[in-house]
């Protein structure tokens, strides 16, 4: 089994697609490290802001059977895929790390550049696997986050998944 971490982000009725997603992924891959549902402004269009987390799972899948699972989960939430990369979504599951694998892999590149790029990927990644390391840097989650220095604001946000707090209320 391989440790993977996903992002999960959705700007389109957001409650009910983070909702779906975490229903799909522990269907797929049972118990699941969830961080706390983060959120953000748009970054790179002008829309209305995202819902982002982090989510843990353990999977025998190679990386290429992975991504296609992560499409057919987005594409089950009404993900359109004749849009332009920067605009509004429903369902955006991404695969940030695949243990330690770097480099290309079925059309994927580990581990996501997003995650030193953007706080609504590192800050929930750091909340859950702080003492963790990125496969290429070699540096904790948890140090990244700490010198995390764009101005990319993010706020926690009340969240329930089947009947138990993900986010604290504030």
């Known amino acids: 089994m391989t440790c993977v971490y996903l992002s999960i982000g959705s700007n389109v009725d957001r409650d009910r697609h983070i909702q779906a997603a975490l229903d799909g992924l522990s269907h797929l891959f049972g118990a699941l490290q969830i961080s706390s549902v983060y959120e953000s402004e ?17 999977t ?83 140090d990244l986050w700490a010198r995390y220095d764009r101005a990319q604001r993010l706020w926690v946000v009340p969240f329930e998944w089947q009947g138990r707090a993900i986010s604290p209320r504030p």
Not at 42 to 58: H, K, Q, R, S
Request: proline share 6%; aromatic share 8%; hydrophobic share 40%.
């Open 42 to 58: 748009a970054v790179g269009f002008d829309g209305e802001p995202f819902y982002n987390l982090v989510v843990g799972i353990e």
């Open 60 to 142: 025998d899948l190679p990386v290429g059977e992975l991504s296609r699972a992560l499409k057919q989960l987005e594409d089950a939430n009404g993900r359109l895929r004749d849009v332009p990369r920067f605009s509004a979504r429903t369902l955006d599951l991404d695969i940030l790390t695949y243990g330690d694998v770097v480099g290309l892999h079925d059309g994927v590149t580990l581990p996501r550049g997003e995650i030193l790029k953007n706080a609504f990927v590192l800050r929930p990644l750091a909340e859950i696997a702080a003492d963790e390391r990125h496969p290429q840097t070699g540096e904790r989650y948890a």
